[in-house]
């Protein structure tokens, strides 16, 4: 590594189970084969980051996944980054003492990371992670529609979103609008006129759950054929899988569906995605349970979605960032976001924050 760079660095860290403490003496990762060592500008939450310091992380492993920043180092057979490119995208943070975002920097694979382009800030690039990873895989990896480009036909019919306003329910709407799909989206009022800025054509309430089932149907013509439930809950997943249309359909799911969900309605296939598969190695995401397999296939769409989404000619600029809320304190206060998300007061709106210039 260059003299530019310290041997040491601040990072916050998973001491113990809902334990984290800022270290300031974390050594600074050295990239290996295939990898570019990032210094990070800006970071951004998401409930799985809390989510993994409460309840499934690793002890002494560095927290986070959505970074920006710019490439200070590369390691062996890097062939298309080199030192001083912008740079976002996603890690898998909580699980490795190496590979956590919210550091001063971090190590990640050439072939995952995103070449910012020259049109988007640090603070909003940032925004494109787990959120922006996540409504892809739903999207062309799992729904199967094809990308912008292709010649292919793309399927017909109403595409569901259930919590339009989250991160993934706001990058699911903008591929769809893209992609020309017609879409109808739950959220609550006060988000109506976000979600459908971000390409809903219509937006349901679904506090009323057989009020909502109704309206879904009324405005699709008999219901959708494709859905993304990003919430999860019973009552949730009762909109979704009775939002279908006769023929049923796949719905995409975030979180694993109750067998009361599952026995709903047999011709609706419920499926469980996690970005993390996406890298393609074998981990450890329960304490106690077998690893994830390897998932070859989820690497290689993803590996192929990078080269689409990057640079001045990627799918990110035809897709809006996350609205970011951008906080102040950088690391030192990043708990602070963690106890608004748990509180359930974040809506809308990404937390954002700057490690360094």
């Known amino acids: 590594m260059s003299a530019e760079i310290p041997e040491t660095m601040r990072a916050l860290v998973i001491e113990q189970l809902k334990k984290p403490e800022v270290q300031s003496d974390r050594p600074v990762p050295k990239p290996q084969a295939g990898e570019v060592l990032v210094k ?5 939450l998401n409930p799985t980051d ?36 912008r740079v976002c995208g996603v890690v898998h943070g909580g699980k490795f003492p190496d590979k956590g975002s ?21 603070a909003d690039s940032a925004t494109y992670g787990v959120g922006f990873g996540t409504a ?5 990896h799992d729904q199967g529609y094809s ?7 793309q399927k017909q019919g109403w595409f569901l979103v259930s919590g339009g306003s989250t991160s993934v329910g706001l990058f699911t709407l903008s591929f769809l609008r893209l992609l020309g799909i017609k879409s109808i989206a739950t959220a609550s009022p006060h988000s109506f006129d ?15 759950k057989d009020a909502a089932i109704a309206e879904i149907h009324k405005v699709t013509g008999g219901g959708v054929v494709g859905g993304l439930e990003c919430v999860a809950g019973d009552e949730n997943f009762d909109i979704s899988v009775r939002a279908f249309g006769e023929k049923g359909g796949l719905l995409t799911c975030l979180l694993p569906p109750s067998d009361k969900a599952k026995a709903i309605r047999e011709d609706v ?17 329960l304490p106690g349970k077998p690893p994830l397999p390897a998932m070859p296939k989820d690497n290689a769409w993803f590996t192929d979605f990078v080269k689409r989404a990057g640079g001045d000619s990627g799918l990110m600029t035809k897709i809006k960032s996350n609205p970011v809320d951008l906080q102040s304190g950088g690391l030192d206060k990043i708990t602070n976001g963690f106890d608004m998300m748990r509180q359930n007061k974040i809506s809308g709106q990404k937390l954002v924050y700057k490690v360094s210039a």
Do not use: Q
């Open 269 to 285: 296939r419920i499926n469980n995605i996690l970005l993390y598969t996406a890298f393609g190695k074998s981990f450890e995401f």
């Open 147 to 153: 990308y912008p480009s292709a010649e292919k036909e």
């Open 50 to 85: 809390w989510k993994h310091l409460d309840y499934v992380g690793a002890p002494n492993s560095i927290i986070g996944c959505d970074y920006s920043g710019n490439v200070v180092a590369v390691g062996s057979d890097v062939s298309k980054l080199k030192v001083g490119d």
């Open 136 to 140: 892809a895989m739903t999207v062309f």
């Open 40 to 44: 990070v500008a800006h970071v951004a």
């Open 194 to 208: 976000l979600v459908k800025s971000y390409g809903a054509d219509h937006v349901v309430d679904y506090h009323d």
């Open 102 to 122: 919210f550091a001063e920097y971090l190590v990640t694979r050439e072939d995952t990371t995103f070449v910012i382009p020259t049109s988007l800030s640090d």
